[in-house]
């Protein structure tokens, strides 16, 4: 998906990620060492929305969810479990969310 994308997940299953599932591509795509987002389950790109309900994120090799500046990123109702980052990481000025 391009900059720009909007993304809805309820109810999913995301684990076991070790490059992330990008809900937006940026100008250096998908990356999958290096970086804050380097094994995140989810990653919101620069001008992306995503919301996210119910989802379970789990065993991912970094953050559960992380949100680059510029993303708008609302989370509710998920729950995080065995991470090995942050169940949630975002840059300052990204929008993100959490209850």
Not at 3 to 20: F, K, M, S, T
């Amino acid at each position: 998906m391009r900059q720009g994308a909007r993304a809805v997940l309820r109810e999913c299953q995301i684990r076991a990620n070790g490059g992330g599932c990008v809900v937006s591509g940026g100008r250096r795509g998908e990356r999958t060492v290096g970086g804050d987002d380097a094994g995140a389950g989810v990653v919101v790109h620069t001008g992306s929305e995503a919301r996210m309900e119910g989802n379970t994120i789990s065993s991912n090799t970094g953050a559960g969810v992380f949100g680059h500046a510029g993303a708008s990123v609302s989370l509710d109702g998920n729950v995080f479990r065995g991470n090995k980052g942050d169940a949630v990481r975002a840059r300052p000025s990204s929008s993100t969310v959490v209850s």
